[in-house]
T-cell receptor
Framework: AQSVSQHNHHVILSEAASLELGCNYSYGGTVNLFWYVQYPGQHLQLLLKYFSGDPLVKGIKGFEAEFIKSKFSFNLRKPSVQWSDTAEYFCAVNPTSGNTGKLIFGQGTTLQVKP | DGGITQSPKYLFRKEGQNVTLSCEQNLNHDAMYWYRQDPGQGLRLIYYSQIVNDFQKGDIAEGYSVSREKKESFPLTVTSAQKNPTAFYLC?????????????FGDGTRLSIL
């Protein structure tokens, strides 16, 4: 079965620390890749996406992610986190072979940034 | 402003009762989705609809039903057959029927059992 795995369930960082959240998926075909973020009390929103082209994609608020096809990975990074980055982060994969917009989500990573 | 409206925000269900969660979007999106969010499990797809009058089962459709009579609306009914309905339910929509468009999410409905 297709699945998405986020390695870190709960991450605690101090402000200005660097962030990397892991995401791996199990699907051998072409995929569209997403990172979504859910800030406390807010709805889920898109952080960044990858469809094709440059495997290093930049999103909002200084986040970026790198697609490594050989490793089936799409890790999220930020050089210096802020307290306002405290949120839950979800990696999601859309296998294109199904010709649908179905997303398979990872379990989510809760990021807590200490001021 | 365009967006997705889910109602109610909180819902309580009695044993043996069916309840319906509302989802309306004014984004003119073709596709709509229902997800269930449980702690530590991420979001799991219940049902999705790519066009009006058509919908497909997701990964955890048992105990749920949907309809898509209008482009703007995609209500979800949690039936009495769903034995563990307590969860946070999220509705989403996307432009186009395929996965190369990001999904937009509503604020969710939290369902609890009385």
């Amino acid at each position: 079965a297709q699945s998405v795995s986020q390695h870190n369930h709960h991450v605690i960082l101090s402000e200005a620390a660097s962030l990397e959240l892991g995401c791996n998926y199990s699907y051998g075909g072409t995929v569209n890749l997403f990172w979504y973020v859910q800030y406390p009390g807010q709805h889920l929103q898109l952080l960044l996406k990858y469809f094709s082209g440059d495997p290093l994609v930049k999103g909002i608020k200084g986040f970026e992610a790198e697609f490594i096809k050989s490793k089936f990975s799409f890790n999220l990074r930020k050089p210096s986190v802020q307290w306002s980055d405290t949120a839950e982060y979800f990696c999601a994969v859309n296998p294109t072979s199904g010709n649908t917009g179905k997303l398979i989500f990872g379990q989510g990573t809760t990021l807590q940034v200490k001021p | 402003d365009g967006g997705i409206t889910q109602s109610p925000k909180y819902l309580f269900r009695k044993e043996g009762q069916n309840v319906t969660l509302s989802c309306e979007q004014n984004l003119n999106h073709d596709a709509m989705y229902w997800y269930r969010q449980d702690p530590g499990q991420g979001l799991r797809l219940i049902y999705y609809s790519q066009i009006v009058n058509d919908f497909q089962k997701g990964d955890i459709a048992e105990g749920y039903s949907v309809s898509r009579e209008k482009k703007e609306s995609f209500p979800l009914t949690v039936t009495s057959a769903q034995k563990n309905p307590t969860a946070f339910y999220l509705c989403a929509s996307s432009y186009g029927q395929y996965g190369n468009q990001p999904q937009h999410f509503g604020d969710g409905t939290r369902l609890s059992i009385l």
